[in-house]
């Protein structure tokens, strides 16, 4: 499984953008980017997933560039209950069957008023 | 979306006891659910891989004996930690895989038990 590196922690005022980058240099061809989101005493909730180039929900933006060894989260304009701890996953996709995920450190992010 | 329940949300007990936490996938079916323990300030961590009808398949380092996985149904697993101690306090989250859902990876997580050993 692909390891993944991101900032231990960020902090950002209301109303920015913030994205958070997460490195998986060895991320092999078959593997899907993934950002879950974590709030205190909670279990994780997935934000986006992506291949490759840009892809966007209504909560966030996944960026990721052409060698796919890095990924960006992009969140709009941040509001404190974004305050979260954000999990870069690079997961194999199978169409059939289950695997387990296996989660990094995370990125605490701190959004001050 | 999928929906994984989780029961209870958290729970005290006294050392030596033991404690069943519930997982529920409750508008799918999942031959297989994912516990994992996360420790204050720290990740989660993979525990056991519960499979339907068969054994659980533990992590190095988790003891079989003492973390007792049960998945008898297609909708139902159960973690119970057996002879509980303070050690064992932590935040206990469960998952699931709904193969047919759309949304990302189709894994949905429990909310997940605070469990306090005294």
């Known amino acids: 499984l692909a390891k993944t590196t991101q900032p231990i922690s960020m902090d950002s005022y209301e109303g920015q953008e913030v994205n958070i980058t997460c490195s998986h240099n060895n991320i092999a061809t078959n593997d899907y980017i993934t950002w879950y989101q974590q709030f205190p005493s909670q279990g994780p909730r997935f934000i986006i997933q992506?291949?490759?180039t840009k892809v966007t929900n209504e909560v966030a933006s996944l960026f990721i560039p052409a060698d796919r060894k890095s990924s960006t989260l992009s969140l709009p304009r941040v509001s404190l209950s974004d305050t979260a701890v954000y999990y870069c996953l690079v997961d194999y996709r199978s169409g059939a069957g289950s695997y387990q995920l296996t989660f990094g450190k995370g990125t605490k992010l701190s959004v001050i008023p | 979306g999928a929906v994984v329940s989780q029961h209870p949300s958290r729970v005290i007990c006294k050392s030596g006891t033991s404690v069943k936490i519930e997982c529920r996938s409750l508008d799918f079916q999942a031959t297989t659910m994912f516990w994992y323990r996360q420790f204050p300030k720290q990740s989660l961590m993979l525990m056991a891989t519960?499979?339907?009808?068969?054994?659980?398949?533990?992590e190095q380092g988790v003891e079989k004996d003492k973390f007792l996985i049960n998945h008898a149904s297609l909708t139902l697993s159960t973690l119970t930690v057996t002879s509980a101690h303070p050690e064992d306090s932590s935040f206990y989250i469960c998952?699931?895989?709904?193969?047919?859902?759309?949304?990302?990876?189709?894994?949905?997580f429990g909310s997940g038990t605070r469990l306090t050993v005294v």
């Open positions: 998952s699931a895989r709904d193969l047919l859902g759309a949304m990302g990876t189709g894994y949905t």
């Open positions: 992506g291949y490759k």
């Open positions: 519960s499979n339907e009808g068969s054994k659980a398949t533990y």
